[in-house]
């Protein structure tokens, strides 16, 4: 090689991180490769390298015979120059991108290649990433589940996705290129230019009317209520509004019917009122005229005062407890007639399910209603067989698994196996209730302990969980009805349960004792008399 070559190669080897080689064409061989180009083909030195004289190895991408060799030569020698991308291979057989450059040099005496080989790999990694993104990017705002259009500063329409289509009824593109005015009432559309120039002005990821009620027009001139949501993006210098738009025509239908129920509920409770108000006048104008039945009529005007009471608290309570699984139903019903395809029939099972639990959960408080009016006309007694306890709490401990919250668990420990003389009906009833009150007031992943021991004198059931517990004030009240702890007026309830699974306690002849911690936990135990009779 001749001086300039030489010096043109020691400078290109020491400054630069690619291959870098110079391949003599009379001998067919490089005669020199920089240290980086070593490494980047996985040759443990320069040596190596040149005495690997393979074409195949010598360049990433060669010809195949030396036909095509020769010609390949011949061409870059006409040409002056020859650039490709390719996938190329290292010595180890491992893989990379890379742009290989094949240059002319020519001398008086002599001809050479200088071969450039870049290693592309992360420029590659790079693109495929990005490509990822847009990928991503087009899948979530396309098959969004709700409204999304994006406008530019001028507020020209730049973006839909489909279900904006389907909410304004627009066909295709047809909104491209349109303001954002003409998806605005006609008679706000003004405003909104204002309110558009201020977002501009001083852009801002919020929702759209505070405090009141926001509508849109379709196509066809329609107008049906939303709700907005506003966030924006900058390309460069330039700004793009997004709007998050949800028809919630369905949501404001359930709300009027909410707020009818609830009229209609106050009414009742009005007249309920008005009548405990107009008993206590009738009482207290007999007290006025028999003052010699001061007593009597003192105790009935008290019992009609806590009669009041409770129904006061019945219709408190029955609004709450009716209004959440009512509303559940409404809603879900609702969102029942957005699934109209039969591809979506996984999303109208859930909510038929949703609906069947809101049935489920208002039978089991009517059943509570009614268990209590029949304790109270004495039509429940306790009627004894042979019971195996054993499989008795395993079964009702099954039956309860679909209301555990996630990671909860029962955990049970029955210290015998004989048949013992119990009521089962009442007996699971009773459990049941306890058991639903501690997964109840029990956080997630919490474990509901039930322990069953005989002793000298009878059968002792606990029932523990490590709940939110309850006061030592409140505990003086938890067996009478319609009684709420106070730190539990936010979880849905009757306040009917412990009284139900006292009443029943004694019919059966037990007891019933309960000790708890706020923040600690609840143990509630009963104790039954125990005899092993004979069948006869």
């Not at 060799?69 to 996938?87: L, S, V």
């Not at 709490?393 to 029955?414: F, N, P, R, S, W």
């Not at 009684?483 to 037990?510: C, E, K, Q, S, W």
Request: glycine share 6%; hydrophobic share 40%.
């Amino acid at each position: 090689m001749n001086q300039p070559a030489t010096i043109l190669a020691d400078l290109l080897f020491e400054q630069s991180d690619d291959f870098i080689g110079i391949y003599d064409t009379e001998k067919e061989r490089f005669t020199r490769v920089n240290q980086a180009g070593v490494r980047m083909l996985g040759f443990a030195s320069e040596q190596l390298f040149l005495a690997n004289q393979d074409w195949s190895k010598a360049l990433p991408t060669p010809p195949q015979t030396t036909e095509q060799r020769t010609a390949f030569i011949q061409k870059i020698r006409q040409i002056g120059q020859h650039e490709q991308e390719a996938e190329l291979s290292r010595q180890d057989g491992t893989q990379f991108w890379g742009r290989l450059v094949i240059t002319l040099i020519n001398d008086d005496t002599a001809s050479c290649f200088l071969v450039r080989l870049t290693n592309q790999g992360r420029l590659h990694q790079a693109e495929h990433k990005l490509m990822q993104s847009v990928q991503q990017y087009e899948a979530v705002f396309t098959n969004a589940t709700i409204g999304i259009i994006v406008s530019d500063h001028l507020g020209q329409i730049v973006s839909v996705n489909e279900l904006a289509k389907r909410l304004f009824n627009y066909p295709a593109d047809e909104l491209l290129g349109l303001p954002i005015e003409v998806l605005v009432p006609t008679n706000v559309s003004h405003y909104h230019e204002h309110l558009r120039q201020s977002f501009n002005a001083d852009p801002k990821v919020r929702a759209m009317g505070h405090n009141r009620d926001l509508n849109a027009r379709r196509k066809d001139g329609s107008v049906f209520p939303v709700e907005v949501s506003l966030s924006y993006f900058r390309l460069d210098t330039e700004l793009y509004a997004v709007a998050y738009i949800i028809d919630i025509t369905f949501k404001k239908e359930a709300e009027r019917q909410l707020l009818a129920h609830r009229d209609r509920i106050e009414r009742l409770n009005a007249d309920l009122e008005q009548k405990v108000t107009d008993r206590t006048h009738a009482l207290m104008n007999t007290l006025e005229q028999l003052e010699q039945s001061k007593n009597e009529l003192s105790k009935a005007l008290t019992a009609e005062r806590e009669l009041g009471e409770l129904k006061s608290r019945f219709v408190s309570m029955a609004s709450h407890e009716f209004r959440t699984p009512l509303t559940t139903v409404l809603t879900s019903a609702a969102l029942i007639e957005k699934y109209p395809g039969s591809d979506q029939q996984d999303k109208r099972q859930k909510h038929l399910q949703r609906i069947r639990s809101s049935v489920n959960h208002l039978n089991d408080i009517l059943e509570e209603f009614l268990s209590v009016g029949r304790i109270e006309e004495g039509k429940i007694d306790a009627h004894p067989v042979q019971v195996d306890l054993n499989k008795l709490i395993l079964e009702t401990v099954a039956d309860m698994q679909g209301i555990l919250k996630t990671g909860q668990m029962v955990d049970y420990q029955i210290d015998f196996l004989d048949h013992v003389w119990l009521d089962p009906s009442l007996f699971r009833k009773i459990l049941v209730n306890l058991l639903s009150n501690a997964i109840k007031y029990s956080s997630l992943n919490a474990v509901v302990m039930i322990r069953c021991e005989r002793t000298n004198t009878g059968l002792t059931v606990s029932v523990i969980d490590q709940g939110i517990g309850i006061s030592a004030e409140d505990q003086e009240h938890l067996f009478e009805r319609f009684f709420r702890a106070r730190n539990v007026t936010n979880i849905p309830g009757t306040g009917l349960g412990l009284h139900i699974v006292a009443r029943y306690i004694d019919l059966m002849g037990g007891t019933v004792t309960l000790q708890s911690e706020l923040n600690q936990g609840t143990t509630v135990t009963l104790t039954l008399p125990y005899e092993n009779h004979p069948l006869d």
